[in-house]
Each structure stands twice: as structure tokens, then as C-alpha cells.
């Protein structure tokens, strides 16, 4: 399983974007791929803010009509809070959901924000 960061969503819906083609071929997989709900939020509005409302609410329609993507639960915001203030600045607050997310789960984030992977590396055995 994985947990999609807005890196990875963004890429797949913007064809100028430089991850666009490893986007559309991770997403492709077959691997569960969970979406927090903020981030899905954050990525539908950005596409719509820099696409049109109409861009922002196709993406929306692909993501929920993939089999193998799923909305995620809130994971409780005390942990998220705390990578937040950990990070001092070197992760968003959208990322840190994304980091308590894979920790929940126990998955591997699916980002193309090295900040991501390496806070999970250091919260990983």
C-alpha cells in the first residue's frame, strides 16, 4: 500500500509537470494507493486554481473511480501536530499528514518530495 502526497497527484494530472509520466505509471499499478482527505482536497484545489473548477473536478471523478484508490480516514491530528513542529519548517502540514498516514498504515509514501521519504526513513527500523 501506498499513500499518495500531493507531489504525485499534482504530477499525474499536469502533463508539464517533470514527474508527469512516473505519476501516470505509479498510479497505474495495481498497489493500493490510500489519498488522505486533506490532501486530496489540497490537490483538487490546486488543480482547480490553476486548470479551471472543471480540471479540478475531472481529477476528482478518475481519482474516486480508480479501484485501487481509496479516501483515508483522519488520523489523529496530536501525531501530525507533532511531525509538524519536529520538522521545523522542513515539512508542510499536508506532508505531515502524509508521514502519520504511512506510519498508521504502515505503508510507503507514494511523493516525489524527498522531505517525505526521508522523515518516514527516519521513523522506520
Request: hydrophobic share 45%; with cysteine; proline share 2%.
Given at each position: 500500500?501506498?499513500?499518495?502526497?500531493?507531489?504525485?497527484?499534482?504530477?499525474?494530472?499536469?502533463?508539464?509537470?517533470?514527474?508527469?509520466?512516473?505519476?501516470?505509471?505509479?498510479?497505474?499499478?495495481?498497489?493500493?494507493?490510500?489519498?488522505?482527505?486533506?490532501?486530496?482536497?489540497?490537490t483538487i484545489d490546486l488543480l482547480a486554481y490553476?486548470?479551471?473548477?472543471?480540471?479540478?473536478?475531472?481529477?476528482?471523478?478518475?481519482?474516486?473511480?480508480?479501484?485501487?484508490v481509496s479516501i483515508t480516514e483522519k488520523v489523529?491530528?496530536?501525531?501530525?501536530?507533532?511531525?509538524?513542529?519536529r520538522a521545523k519548517g522542513t515539512l508542510s502540514?499536508?506532508?505531515?499528514?502524509?508521514?502519520?498516514?504511512?506510519?498508521?498504515?504502515?505503508?510507503?509514501?507514494?511523493?516525489?518530495?524527498?522531505?517525505?521519504?526521508?522523515?518516514?526513513?527516519?521513523?522506520?527500523?
Amino acid at each position: 500500500m501506498h499513500v499518495a502526497d500531493t507531489s504525485a497527484l499534482y504530477a499525474l494530472f499536469s502533463e508539464e509537470d517533470r514527474f508527469h509520466e512516473r505519476a501516470v505509471k505509479d498510479v497505474s499499478r495495481s498497489d493500493s494507493i490510500a489519498v488522505p482527505t486533506e490532501i486530496l482536497v489540497e490537490t483538487i484545489d490546486l488543480l482547480a486554481y490553476r486548470f479551471g473548477t472543471s480540471a479540478g473536478k475531472d481529477a476528482l471523478d478518475f481519482l474516486l473511480g480508480l479501484p485501487h484508490v481509496s479516501i483515508t480516514e483522519k488520523v489523529e491530528f496530536g501525531a501530525v501536530k507533532e511531525i509538524y513542529d519536529r520538522a521545523k519548517g522542513t515539512l508542510s502540514l499536508a506532508d505531515a499528514f502524509v508521514v502519520q498516514t504511512c506510519v498508521t498504515l504502515g505503508a510507503e509514501a507514494l511523493a516525489y518530495d524527498r522531505r517525505i521519504v526521508e522523515e518516514l526513513r527516519k521513523r522506520r527500523p
